[in-house]
């Protein structure tokens, strides 16, 4: 089984910054995609950023030039700098592990975190 497990979502002021993390633990032997999602009260479930193995990244127009995501492949974690930090960014946000497997046979599966609250408001 593999769990993830997100930190670092909390109450800021606009133009603050947070950073997210999120571990992925259990028997892992490799993880394709990781990346962030956020759902806003009343909306769907958004893309935020993703960043492959490799290191390529990918943004949602409304937080590129504030938002970058980065990877420690030997940790298994990944994490999301938020900068310059609106109102509308106040979501809970979710860590996504893309195509994990547990051994090089093994069918990939996604897996969830359970999702951290960030607020922004004065």
């Known amino acids: 089984q593999v769990h993830l497990v997100e930190s670092g979502g909390g109450l800021v002021q606009p133009g603050g910054s947070l950073r997210l993390s999120c571990a992925a633990s259990?028997?892992?032997?490799?993880?394709?995609?990781m990346g962030w999602y956020r759902r806003a009260p009343g909306k769907q479930r958004e893309l935020v950023a993703d960043?492959?193995?490799?290191?390529?990244?990918n943004y949602a127009d409304s937080v590129k030039g504030r938002f970058s995501i980065s990877r420690d492949n030997a940790k298994n974690t990944v994490y999301l700098q938020m900068n310059s930090l609106k109102p509308e960014d106040t979501a809970v946000y979710y860590c996504?592990?893309?195509?994990?497997?547990?051994?090089?046979?093994?069918?990939?599966?996604?897996?969830w975190g359970q999702g951290t609250q960030v607020t922004v408001s004065s």
């Open positions: 259990g028997s892992i032997f490799s993880i394709n995609a």
């Open positions: 960043i492959t193995s490799g290191g390529s990244t």
């Open positions: 996504n592990a893309g195509q994990v497997t547990t051994t090089p046979f093994t069918t990939p599966y996604d897996y």
